[in-house]
């Protein structure tokens, strides 16, 4: 099955970033009003996510694809989301399925001796760590870090949450 796609609004810059570490193709609009946001959406491919009551109703209404966030909890908005679109499975973050959380590029490897790397990490990191990615549109460097840690351990929490386990 393939991973929806995701519009979210300026309210949500967190739950973007959150689905994009995940792997899910998410586009952020900050500072767009809702008649923007329905148009560009107009074509379906995209799930809106909002906390505006308004613009769900109006998405719907038009036959628009849209989730309606409505707690406040943001573990619990995103384990709601997965089971409405029945993701069963979130797999453990290692950055290779992981999308920019600035850009939503993808990411691919990239060599620890490459330049990019050199002279874009700090040299703490490249004592500890091997593997780098980097952002196919923006070009920012990733790694596994403890942020990664931090993050595996909301996956372990949503996994538990949903899926047929
Ligand atoms: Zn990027």
Redesign the pocket.
Known sequence: MAYPKFIADGMLGKIAKKLRIFGFDTEYLANTDDNTIIKINFDKKRIILTKDRQLYTRSLSLNIPCFLITLENESENLITIMKEYNIEFIFHITNKYTR?T??N?ALETVTKSSPTVLNNVPQKVLEYVDNFYK?V??Q?IYWNGTHVNEINKLVDRINKNIGKK
């Open positions: 920019c600035l850009c590029g952002c549109i923006c920012r």
